[in-house]
């Protein structure tokens, strides 16, 4: 996965803050990125104005030859990477529920789709405490299905496009 394009859907999904992008700006620059803004961005501080960090990782972004990914693609990002977390172990589905935001108004896949569904069922770890062992067995192996058919797809949104100046 292309590191910038990464932290520009993660940020786009809400899960890179705006006083956490210096950090990451940093952490491409050793990575081998390069750019002026980059650059000003790793040198600031983490509570300068959160609108001129995300002009500056917009910035970055214009001349690494990142297309900013919008919000549509950062949540099917976000659903992608959480539906490999479940499929692959790294993360139980009871998890998804404290941790994953819900918003399926987006140019999501029917698989995507799917999955989306399946974590919000419950919507709380309240409704998880009310529910039956079977019922959290059930609903969690029906969440693994749905994040399996979610990772089979070939359409894997966190696959940057080419960069283009």
């Known amino acids: 996965m292309d590191p910038v394009y990464t932290l520009a859907w993660r940020h786009g999904a809400g899960l890179v803050p705006p ?22 961005l790793a040198g600031r501080a983490r509570s300068e104005s959160p609108a001129e960090l995300i002009g500056l990782l917009s910035a970055a972004l214009a001349e690494l030859g990142v297309v900013e990914p919008g919000y549509g693609i950062s949540w099917r990002c976000h659903v992608w990477e959480a539906a490999e977390c479940v499929a692959t172990g790294g ?13 399926a108004e987006v140019d999501a896949t029917e698989a995507e789709r799917q999955f989306a569904a399946h974590y919000t069922e419950v919507d709380c770890t309240s409704c998880l ?5 079977e019922q959290v067995t059930a609903w969690a192996e029906s969440t693994r299905a749905a994040a399996g058919a979610v990772v089979a797809a070939a359409d894997d949104p966190r696959v940057a496009p080419p960069r283009g100046l």
């Open 129 to 133: 405490a009310c529910m039956s062992a």
């Open 19 to 40: 006083e956490d992008l210096p950090m990451a700006a940093a952490d491409l620059l050793v990575a081998g990125e390069d750019s002026p803004a980059l650059r000003d």
């Open 91 to 103: 993360l139980a589905p009871e998890e998804l529920v404290e941790n994953f935001w819900h918003d």
